[in-house]
């Protein structure tokens, strides 16, 4: 299910009367997450003979499960362990399964986040994650594992290890399931389905009493598994930003995370322009948005998702792209943490010593 989240969700609208709107729609929420729920427990996933680790989310939008996938992917490399992705794909006009190439148009075909993963490893789009893996499995690659960038809450594929990443700021919102909240799947239910969760950039700002009431402190009182902690930094030297006068651009769940960023970074931020996620920029939109560079004397800084999909797409202005330039970025861990996701990763990988082929998943 693809929306525009609402502020209120996170307590986030100006207008106290939009908050109203969730105990009206509770009752939907109910139903929504009964259906994710009951839809989970009445199949019966397909198991690998890879070991498949999943990287989710309790809430829709984004939280940063792909650049936690990737630092996963990287570990998986310095081990030997040659990593696949498996990712639906969305905003791609793919079902798949079909492996991702890169070219003309190839983020309207594939979608944003899976050419970000190419870059890294193979990666193949499915929106039937058993017949995914099965593709997988008959390529002939040599597969230490199989990474998956979101479906925690999907049914078809058993995983090894299942990681979510929460947003240590917004949290879970008002813990309502969609569309009264952001959540997925009632979080009793959700909490079930994972080995582990991330929580990327905590509030190291708050008070002994309000940390105590804090999403770590929550999740750490409710969640009897690993609660890590990650923040994701410029994965380049950003000095390139500082005193720079831009106009930022993002077309993501949660732009302002990426707006707070870049003023971080000390750019000169002119003026925020967003778009909802996954957005295909017009022909229209693209000059509008060159036009206000030009006026502003600025450069744009855009998210790396955005920039794929600026750059696969050649009806666009070359000069947009060559005022604009992308603020990648990747997870980071302290050393502690970084030892105790290691070693779910190698309780994970140890898996494929003792499997055989599984049976093959039934046809959609």
């Known amino acids: 299910m693809r929306l525009e989240e ?105 979608g944003d986040e899976p050419l970000l993963l190419a870059r890294i490893a193979p990666t193949l789009v499915a929106r039937n994650r058993a017949l995914g893996a099965q593709m997988i499995e008959d390529s002939g690659r040599k597969v230490g594992a199989i990474v998956m960038d979101d479906g925690l809450q999907n049914p078809t594929l058993a995983k090894d290890l299942a990681i979510a990443v929460v947003d240590g700021a917004r949290g879970l919102g008002n813990a309502e399931v969609i569309p009264a909240g952001p959540l997925r799947a009632p979080i009793e239910f959700q909490l079930g389905l994972v080995d582990a969760i991330v929580v990327r950039d905590p509030d190291e700002t708050l008070t002994q009493a309000s940390a105590a009431n804090g999403i770590r402190a929550l999740l750490r009182r409710g969640f009897p598994g690993p609660v890590l902690t990650a923040r994701v930094v410029p994965r380049d030297d950003p000095a390139w930003l500082a005193q720079t006068p831009v106009v930022a651009l993002a077309g993501i769940a949660n ?14 931020v002119v003026e925020r322009v967003t778009f909802p996620d996954h957005h295909h920029f017009s022909r229209a939109e693209a000059d509008r948005l060159l036009l206000l560079a030009q006026e502003k004397g600025a450069r744009i800084v855009t998210t790396e998702k955005d920039w794929m999909r600026l750059a696969s797409d050649k009806s666009l202005p070359g000069a947009l792209l060559e005022r604009t330039r992308p603020l990648a970025i990747e997870m980071s861990f302290e050393a502690r943490e970084l030892g105790r996701l290691d070693s779910l990763i190698d309780a994970a990988l140890q898996h494929q010593d003792h499997r055989g082929r599984a049976s093959r998943p039934p046809q959609p």
Not at 46 to 57: A, L
Not at 64 to 84: C, D, E, M, S
Not at 257 to 268: D, E, N, Y
């Open 6 to 110: 609402p502020g209120w969700w996170y307590g986030e609208a100006g207008d106290a009367r939009l908050r109203l709107l969730a105990p009206l729609l509770a009752p939907l929420g109910r139903l929504y997450g009964w259906i994710a729920e009951s839809r989970f427990r009445r199949r019966q996933p397909y198991r690998s003979r890879f070991p498949v680790i999943c990287v989710g989310n309790f809430t829709a939008g984004g939280t940063g499960k792909t650049p936690l996938a990737v630092f996963i992917a990287r570990q998986l490399l310095a081990r030997g362990a040659n990593p696949v992705f498996l990712t639906r794909g969305y905003g791609g006009r793919e079902a798949g399964p079909v492996w991702v190439e890169d070219g003309p148009g190839a983020a309207r075909r594939f």
């Open 255 to 268: 732009p302002q995370r990426f707006f707070a960023l870049v003023a971080s970074l000390g750019a000169q």
